[in-house]
C-alpha cells in the first residue's frame, strides 16, 4: 500500500478547536489505546494526531480514489502496511468512530478500538504536539472534559443520580453514546477507587454496548448508577481486559480471597500439589486450563503481589505485564 504523506499548511479544514482530541479504548493492541492530540502537519490535506506511545491516526486516499483512515505505529515505514492496526473506509475530514478493522492490517488483532471525541472547552493549544499533564492520569480529567461521539449528532445533557437520590453528575450525551462511555465521562465526579459499575434506567440494568438511541433517551433523561470503591486496581497489562478495578468476592479460591473487575477478568490463587500460584484468567473460561490465562505468578502470599507477573505459560497473556495496586 502506497501512501502520499505529503504536508500541505495552504489550507486547513474547519475542525472545531474544542474537538481536536480523541479517546481510544479497548483495542486489543494495547498501545493504540490512550488519547490522542492534534498534530502540526496535515496528512491527505487533514489533521492527524498521536498518542503518547507514538500510535498515529491518520487518513490516506488510494490510487483508486478512496479514503480510510488509519491507526499506525509512527516507528514503522508509513509506506507499507508494515505497522497498520487499524483502519476504516471514510471520506470524512475527522476520526470516523464506527466500523474499525483489522482487516488487510498485518499488526492488527480484533477486537477493534472503541473512539471517542474529547471535548476540552479550557483547550488553547490545538496545533502543538503533545503537551501538558498526562492526559491518560484523573487528575486531568476534569469535569469540564466532556465524551462524545463526533460527527453531525446533536448532543444533548442527562442526569445521572445515585440510588440515594444525589445528584452524581450531568454528562452530554448523542444518539450514539454508548452506556460505556457514559460511565467514563462520570469518573470525574467519583473520588479516587470509585467507579460506577451499573447504569440502570427505570427498572433496567442497562448493558454497556447499549446506546442512547436503543433507550429512546431524550434531553433531560435521568439514569441511576451504583457506584463502588475497587479492593484493587490494575495496569500497564498488555491484555486490555486485565487493567481496571478489581471488587473482592465472597468467595476463597485456595484458601485466599478472589478478586473480579469490570471486564468479568478473575484474579485469584491456585493451589498446584506443591506450590501456589496467583493467575489472572478470563471469568468465562475453564480455570483449570490456560487457555483463558492471561498472566500468573509463583508465590506463597495470601493476597496478589505488585510486581513479578509473567505471561509465560498463560495462553492469552501478551507483554506488558500487569502491575498490582491493593488496598
Known amino acids: 500500500m502506497l501512501r502520499d504523506l505529503c504536508s500541505c499548511f495552504s489550507q486547513r479544514p474547519k475542525v472545531d478547536s474544542c474537538t481536536d482530541s480523541y479517546l481510544i479504548q479497548g483495542a486489543l493492541i494495547e498501545k493504540v489505546n490512550g488519547i490522542y492530540h492534534r498534530q502540526g502537519n496535515l496528512m491527505d490535506g487533514v489533521p492527524c494526531y498521536r498518542n503518547g506511545a507514538g500510535v498515529l491516526l491518520f487518513r490516506y486516499r488510494m490510487a483508486s480514489g478512496a479514503s480510510f483512515w488509519y491507526l499506525s505505529s509512527q516507528s514503522n515505514n508509513l509506506n507499507s502496511s508494515e ?5 476504516v473506509k471514510s471520506e470524512s475530514v475527522r476520526p470516523t ?3 474499525w478493522s483489522c482487516s488487510h492490517c498485518p499488526d492488527g488483532r480484533g477486537p477493534a478500538p472503541v473512539i ?6 479550557n483547550s488553547n493549544n490545538n496545533d502543538g504536539a503533545d503537551s501538558g499533564p498526562d492526559p491518560c492520569s484523573k487528575s486531568s480529567l476534569s469535569a469540564d472534559v466532556l465524551l462524545l461521539p463526533g460527527g453531525d449528532e446533536t448532543a444533548f445533557d442527562i442526569s445521572v443520580s445515585l440510588l ?6 450531568t454528562v452530554p450525551v448523542c444518539p450514539s453514546s454508548t452506556c460505556l462511555q457514559v460511565k467514563f465521562a462520570l469518573r470525574p465526579f467519583l473520588q479516587e477507587r470509585r467507579y460506577v459499575t451499573k447504569l440502570i434506567f427505570g427498572e433496567q440494568v442497562l448493558d454497556d454496548l447499549q446506546t442512547v438511541k436503543d433507550l429512546q433517551l431524550e434531553p433531560d433523561s435521568s439514569l441511576q ?14 491484555v486490555p481486559e486485565v487493567n481496571g478495578n478489581y471488587i473482592r468476592q465472597d468467595e476463597l479460591m485456595a484458601g485466599a480471597p478472589c478478586y473480579v473487575n469490570e471486564h468479568g477478568t478473575l484474579l485469584f490463587r491456585y493451589r498446584f500439589t506443591r506450590w501456589h500460584y496467583w493467575y489472572f484468567s478470563r ?8 487457555e483463558g490465562d492471561y498472566f500468573r505468578v509463583k508465590t506463597e502470599e495470601l493476597e496478589p503481589p505488585a510486581t513479578g507477573w509473567v505471561s509465560a505459560s498463560c495462553l492469552a497473556g501478551r507483554d506488558p505485564c500487569p502491575t498490582v495496586m491493593l488496598f
Do not use: P, T
Not at 83 to 87: F, I, Q, S, T
Not at 283 to 290: E, M, T, V, Y
Open 116 to 121: 471517542s471525541l474529547i471535548i476540552n472547552n
Open 225 to 238: 448508577a451504583i457506584a463502588q470503591e475497587a479492593d484493587c486496581i490494575v495496569r500497564d497489562a498488555g
Open 164 to 169: 440515594s437520590g444525589s445528584l452524581l453528575g
Open 97 to 99: 468512530l464506527a466500523d
Open 283 to 290: 471469568g468465562s473460561g475453564d480455570l483449570q486450563k490456560s
Open 83 to 87: 505497522g497498520d492496526y487499524y483502519r
